[in-house]
């Protein structure tokens, strides 16, 4: 813990509810990275966010996030957060200007010229009452919110759920230009893989409480493979190792985590035509990860 | 927190601006005479002066789910809380303030005095810790549930002179006499600390619930 190149740090962090249990959740996120939470529904995504949001209180475990600690420092850490949640919640019949100006007064690094700038942008008209925004308009009104006090860390979860996909799309470059622009941190969770491939240098894979894999998302890619090959083409220990395998009329195929070390043992196949590598999606991955467990 | 506090203040304005203004007129219409009733009328309605608006308030923030809303913004529980006892005891001290004001200009005889200040201030002692224990049980049950356990308890509130009259049946006057008799001994130089003392206890109850 305490590594100072971290923006945000979990360790081994717990959380039992009824039904379910988050059990011994261990992440990091450097800064100027975007890190996507990958998951299934009610894998603990929304929990680990709420935790490090301080909405929840976690039963065991460390949460650093500036290397402090929610539960003791929530308001500091908030004040340099821009938080965008699954359900966006106003005073519905307040206006969206009284809403900014209300939020405002919250924040110490608040600019009132890149909330008018982002209003703008997004179209959002300063004197709609709140509940008559709707849901696109909702979700871009509250990211306004969380990016006009310059947050150096933006925790987004399911932000773009229920979005039409010009606006999913808005949405999702506006982080990774916040990114790679500006050096913003940003912790995104969803269960809308494509998101994440869109936006994510790092991802982490959440089924039923647990993180069962997180790596660099290039480097993952690099690694999972789906390998296609005709009887008798792959040496046992390589089919063996093959998730996912299905024969079909024209051969065999499999889902490996380690192409990049066994990728010399396929070269000859590769060249006689008996082996065929497919890259994979991270939805594929998910499938593979949430079927394993 | 000045933004709570201002969201928050609206409608204990209305409810003090509307009440304020009742009680001089009934001061006005009713005269000197009318003392008696003028008071009990006041201690009730300091009770609806502080109730109307925490239940309004507390109504509202859950129907626009405002604490899930603040929850995301930089303020602590402890602030929110604090602005919200931080109104009631400004609003139950300006009221019961204003109201010993209104009748201490007023020519009441110096005994019936004692019982007026008596009666106005064990209101707003009441008012003020039934306030608190109010955000308690909101922040612990959730508006509706907690709405619907004080709409219970008043229901069987009503119940309470019937058990008066049958206990007291045959000699009423000894009743009120004993209440009258309480009110002009209590020493509220040394009640108000102690429940401005309970208040606060109350109050930090009420953010470790919030937190």
Request: with cysteine; net charge positive; charged share 20%.
């Amino acid at each position: 813990m305490d590594n100072p190149e971290n923006i945000l740090e979990l360790q081994n962090v717990k959380k039992k509810y009824k039904g379910f249990v988050l059990d011994g959740v261990s992440l990091s996120l450097p800064q100027g990275y975007i890190l996507g939470l990958i998951g299934p529904n009610g894998a603990g995504k929304t929990t680990t966010i709420k935790i490090l949001m301080n909405m929840v209180k976690r039963d065991d475990g460390e949460v650093r996030v500036f290397g402090q600690d929610p539960q003791k420092k929530a308001k500091q850490i908030k004040n340099k957060v821009g938080y965008l949640g699954e359900e966006q919640y106003f005073y519905g019949n307040k206006t969206v200007a009284w809403t900014g100006k209300f939020v405002s007064t919250f924040y110490d690094d608040w600019d009132t010229n890149t909330f008018q700038h982002l209003l703008t942008d997004f179209q959002i008209s300063r004197t709609k009452k709140t509940r008559e925004l709707s849901k696109g308009m909702k979700v871009r009104f509250s990211l306004a919110l969380a990016l006009s006090h310059d947050p150096e860390l933006l925790i987004l979860d399911e932000p773009t759920a229920g979005l039409d996909p010009v606006i999913r799309r808005e949405v999702l470059e506006l982080l990774r230009k916040k990114s790679k622009n500006e050096g913003k941190s940003v912790i995104i969770s969803s269960h809308i893989t494509d998101d994440i491939m869109r936006t994510a240098d790092l991802v982490a894979f959440l089924i039923k409480g647990k993180i069962v894999l997180a790596s660099d998302k290039d480097e993952l890619l690099s690694n999972w493979k789906r390998i296609h090959y005709k009887k008798g083409a792959l040496g046992s220990e390589i089919v063996n190792s093959l998730t996912r395998r299905k024969d079909h009329a024209f051969g065999s195929s499999g889902v490996t985590d380690r192409y990049l070390e066994i990728k010399d043992a396929l070269v000859q196949g590769i060249t006689e035509g008996v082996v065929k590598i497919e890259s994979i999606n991270l939805d594929d991955i998910l499938i593979s990860l949430v079927k394993g467990a | 927190m000045l933004s709570i506090v201002k969201k928050n203040m609206s409608y204990f304005i209305a409810y003090v601006t509307v009440i304020f203004i009742l009680t001089a007129i009934l001061r006005i219409a009713l005269g000197n005479e009318q003392t008696v009733p003028l008071v009990m009328i006041s201690g009730v309605l300091i009770f609806l002066m502080v109730f109307g608006p925490v239940f309004f308030n507390e109504q509202y923030e859950e129907k626009h789910k405002a604490y899930d809303f603040l929850d995301i913004l930089p303020v602590n529980a402890s602030e929110i809380v604090s602005a919200k006892f931080g109104i009631v005891l400004v609003t139950v001290a300006a009221t019961a303030g204003y109201l010993l004001l209104l009748f201490a200009v007023s020519k009441v005889a110096p005994n019936d005095w004692i019982l007026v200040r008596s009666y106005i201030l064990m209101s707003s002692v009441v008012c003020l810790l039934f306030a608190a224990l109010s955000y308690i049980g909101i922040f612990s049950l959730g508006y509706t549930k907690f709405a619907m356990i004080v709409m219970s308890f008043f229901v069987l509130l009503g119940f309470v002179p019937i058990l008066i009259m049958k206990f007291y049946r045959d000699n009423m006057d000894v009743f009120i006499e004993n209440i009258l008799s309480f009110l002009r001994q209590v020493n509220w130089l040394a009640v108000i600390p102690l429940v401005l003392i309970g208040y606060f206890c109350l109050m930090f109850i009420a953010i470790k619930i919030k937190e």
